[in-house]
């Protein structure tokens, strides 16, 4: 079974300040990951994708994100906040055991601060 | 290029109706997935259409249902619903079939409230 836990429901830092949110997972095959980004009363909208090619993934926007299979982590960075970045993010799983299934996070609030 | 798309944007209803969600995917998509979110559950896994079949559902009870027609748009369906069904219903669409990994595009939502 499939599973992810964000570390953080929420998450605040300042304007230019490094952003780091943290996402596990469990899988007992090779995952695919994936972090999402939902703006107020909008869907979700993919930021970057792990499908075992690069373990480093640059997204939109800045941001970027590290498959490490030691650590079963996929943790999301950006170097500088901007106040546009502040929304709720999402880490997902899916993995060929349970196909068109995605398992996604609790979901992080991001609070950026001029 | 148009991008998923969900009507309605709102939805009442009393408890025991049953409701009709409906998506259109980008155009060329074949897949359509649905989601639940609501408050404090997270995003959960509905159901998963491609070229007109259903291939996937979440653990939610049978009066979940849905279709996806020839043109690929789709219809969720929620009969005798009850207050705990009041979510945010998002509908994604992706390319082809292949599924797992394919990135979903996701539209902007129904949102349901059950009185």
């Known amino acids: 079974a499939q599973s992810v836990t964000q570390l953080g429901s929420h998450v605040s830092v300042s304007e230019g300040a490094l952003v780091l949110l943290r996402c596990n997972y469990s899988s007992s095959v090779p995952p695919y990951l994936f972090w999402y980004v939902q703006y107020p009363n909008q869907g979700l909208q993919l930021l970057l994708k792990y499908t075992s090619a690069a373990t480093l993934v640059k997204g939109i926007n800045g941001f970027e994100a590290e498959f490490k299979k030691s650590e079963t982590s996929f943790h999301l960075t950006k170097p500088s906040a901007h106040m546009s970045d502040a929304a709720e993010y999402f880490c997902?799983?899916?993995?060929?055991?349970?196909?068109?299934?995605?398992?996604f996070g609790d979901g992080t609030t991001l609070t950026v601060k001029p | 290029e148009a991008g998923v798309t969900q009507s309605p944007t709102h939805l009442i209803k009393t408890r025991g109706q049953q409701a009709t969600l409906r998506c259109s995917p980008i155009s060329g998509h074949t897949s359509v997935y649905w989601y639940q979110q609501a408050l404090g559950l997270g995003l959960q896994f509905l159901l998963w259409?491609?070229?007109?079949?259903?291939?996937n559902r979440g653990n939610f009870p049978p009066r979940f249902s849905g279709r996806q027609f020839p043109n690929y748009s789709s219809e969720l369906n929620v009969n005798a619903l009850e207050l705990e069904d009041s979510a945010l219903y998002l509908c994604?669409?992706?390319?082809?079939?292949?599924?797992?990994?394919?990135?979903?595009?996701f539209g902007p939502g129904t949102r349901l409230l059950v009185l």
């Open positions: 259409y491609d070229e007109g079949e259903e291939r």
């Open positions: 994604a669409s992706s390319l082809s079939g292949r599924g797992t990994q394919e990135t979903q595009y």
């Open positions: 997902a799983v899916s993995d060929n055991t349970n196909a068109g299934k995605s398992t």
